[in-house]
């Protein structure tokens, strides 16, 4: 089972649609959770850290259960803009050794059309 | 404030040469990590440099090598190059505490 997994779509969306992106994480013990952008051929971008009771940043809504260990991400009012894969990225404290590793998952690619 | 910088931006190599990519993480950022991402996946951690020393390694062989300087850049060195190591590999700085990492550009590596 991967540490971190996630759904590789592609989401092919409309502009102006909701979409929403699902994770899950196998490691309880992990203590912090991110959304990571990132652009064709570009590095990743931090999006937004994940929050135990859910945090908004926007149109985007991250959401946390740990006892599910699962992550979503929720875009509203989507942008031609947003398209890009959103990578589920989990920080390694718990796998031992380095605290800040990044676990990461395959991403999803979204592809908003006009 | 400067961002993680990375070079080269692209290289190819020819498999069995050794490689030797470079970093310099943002300023006040005594934490790097290297990753590797290839195609269509998200990156894998390699390891991580604390204040010069290795303070945790992913699952890849010993021909991958790393390094940090007392200004924090560091350096990944791969021996003895394979074809899948063609990858994007990326540098990523953090204050050392549980947030968020700065990536760099990344360097594309082609090994042919």
């Known amino acids: 089972r991967k540490e971190v997994e996630q759904d590789p779509g592609p989401f092919n969306v409309p502009e102006g649609a909701t979409v929403a992106f699902n994770c899950t994480y196998s490691n309880s013990a992990s203590q912090s959770f991110f959304w990571y952008r990132q652009d064709c051929r570009k590095e990743p971008k931090l999006l937004m850290s994940v929050y135990s009771s859910g945090n908004e940043d926007g149109r985007f809504t991250a959401q946390l259960n740990r006892a599910s260990q699962y992550i979503s991400l929720l875009i509203r009012d989507s942008k031609l803009s947003d398209s890009a894969t959103y990578l589920c990225?989990?920080?390694?404290?718990?796998?031992?050794?380095?605290?800040?590793?990044?676990?990461f998952g395959t991403g999803t690619l979204l592809a908003v059309q006009p | 404030e400067t961002g993680v910088t990375q070079s080269p931006t692209h290289l190819i190599k020819t498999r069995g040469q050794q490689v030797t990519l470079r970093c310099s993480s943002q300023?006040?950022?005594?934490?790097v990590s290297w990753y590797q991402q290839a195609l269509g996946q998200g990156p894998q951690f390699i390891f991580q440099y604390y204040r010069e020393e290795e303070n945790g390694r992913g699952n890849f062989p010993p021909r991958f090598s790393g390094l940090q300087f007392p200004n924090y850049s560091s350096e990944l060195n791969v021996n003895a190059l394979e074809l899948d190591d063609s990858a994007l590999y990326l540098c990523?700085?953090?204050?050392?505490?549980?947030?968020?990492?700065?990536f760099g550009s990344g360097t594309r590596l082609t090994v042919v």
């Open positions: 300023s006040g950022h005594n934490t």
């Open positions: 990225v989990v920080n390694g404290r718990g796998y031992g050794g380095a605290t800040n590793k990044l676990i």
């Open positions: 990523a700085s953090s204050p050392g505490t549980l947030y968020g990492y700065t």
